[in-house]
């Protein structure tokens, strides 16, 4: 148990859904990310919240939309999402953004098949 | 560009020592992180590295040498339960973790 939950662990949806993943972290972090990952590639930082302001959106589709209510949690909600978009995708939190020794933690993944 | 690079895959025999090794090129150097992550799991944190040298964690160690932009993280006394993906990770001038796409350890009795 890493203190970073996240729901559902597993998601299939057609491509005209409309689905949202949820991140809650229990550690007292004030930075939060999406990571898609993919079989045999480098985790993608997909986007990152420092305080609940977003400092980095990686050039990321607009059917994801990330939304940050507070320090605690993440949401990552999807919309005409296409069959390449099928990954794991993770979400982690660290104390703040712009430290050297800022350790990621991570939840444990939510496994997304787009059909 | 910034790039990682780490062996795709290794086997290793229970009881051994296993060496894994990531070059790194990044705009900008803030220390590099390692973590494990089994199957289906999340990565988990091990070690990070700012400095040049060895730092020795049980059974685990992790080197780094900033001029040759190079790490490796060794692993001794080998057990069935390291069987796992190995994640290099190399944090920038603006602090982003730029990552490998990880070396798969497969350990054999």
């Known amino acids: 148990e890493t203190g970073v939950t996240q729901t559902p662990r597993h998601l299939v949806m057609g491509m005209t859904n409309k689905k949202s993943l949820k991140c809650e972290q229990h550690?007292?972090?004030?930075?939060m990310y999406w990571y898609k990952q993919s079989a045999k590639k480098p985790l993608e930082l997909m986007f990152v919240?420092?305080?609940?302001?977003?400092?980095e959106n990686n050039s990321v589709p607009s059917r994801f939309s990330p939304e940050c209510p507070n320090s605690s949690h993440l949401f990552l909600h999807l919309h005409t999402l296409q069959p390449e978009d099928s990954a794991l995708y993770l979400c982690?939190?660290?104390?703040?953004?712009?430290?050297?020794?800022?350790?990621?933690?991570f939840g444990p993944g939510t496994r997304l098949t787009v059909l | 560009g910034q790039n990682i690079d780490q062996p795709t895959e290794m086997t290793a025999t229970e009881g051994a020592i296993v060496q894994i090794n990531c070059t790194y090129q990044?705009?900008?150097?803030?220390?590099l992180f390692w973590y494990q992550q089994h199957a289906g799991e999340a990565p988990t944190f091990l070690s990070y590295?700012?400095l040049d040298g060895l730092e020795e964690k049980g059974r685990f160690s992790s080197f780094l040498s900033r001029s040759k932009g190079y790490s490796y993280l060794l692993l001794k006394e080998l057990q069935m339960k390291d069987s796992a993906s190995y994640l290099c990770a190399a944090s920038d001038s603006n602090y982003q973790l730029i990552w490998g796409a990880g070396t798969k350890l497969i350990i054999k009795p």
């Open positions: 919240y420092n305080f609940k302001e977003q400092t």
């Open positions: 590295n700012v």
């Open positions: 982690a939190s660290s104390q703040r953004l712009g430290s050297g020794v800022d350790t990621q933690y």
């Open positions: 550690l007292g972090h004030n930075a």
């Open positions: 990044t705009s900008g150097f803030n220390g």
